[in-house]
Nanobody, 121 residues
Framework: VQLQASGGGLVQAGGSLRLSCAAS????????MAWFRQAPGKERQFVAA????????YYADSVKGRFTISRDNAKNTVYLQMNSLKPEDTAVYYC???????????????WGQGTQVTVSS
């Protein structure tokens, strides 16, 4: 599975962005997907995850109620809708895939190249 993240950019606090992660390969629908982020000088942080069918999701407390992860298996794409953005959301966002169930630990088999999200105050 190869992953290509897009949709990042510069937005003012309170604004919204939607990230997309397009996957190649016919086994996309068998993989759990997740978004992680990494701010300068900080460790990579789990953001959100979704199971293979889209029936189960999980969020970091810091984004719960503001971010929504979803997927379209027909399009081999996972999304991260980010609303009410805050300056502390500024980071490079990475999508990731793993066989089996999702987790928050980062041991995913496949990673995208990252897309920069910058939130100005």
């Amino acid at each position: 599975v190869q992953l290509q993240a897009s949709g990042g950019g510069l937005v003012q606090a309170g604004g919204s962005l939607r990230l997309s992660c397009a996957a190649s390969g016919r086994t996309f629908s068998r993989h759990a997907m997740a978004w992680f982020r990494q701010a300068p000088g900080k460790e990579r942080q789990f953001v959100a995850a979704i199971n293979w069918s889209g029936s189960a999701t999980y969020y970091a407390d810091s984004v719960k109620g503001r971010f929504t992860i979803s997927r379209d298996n027909a399009k081999n794409t996972v999304y991260l809708q980010m609303n009410s953005l805050k300056p502390e959301d500024t980071a490079v966002y990475y999508c990731a895939a793993r066989g089996g169930y999702y987790n928050t630990y980062g041991d995913y088999h496949y990673w995208g190249q990252g897309t920069q999200v910058t939130v100005s105050s």
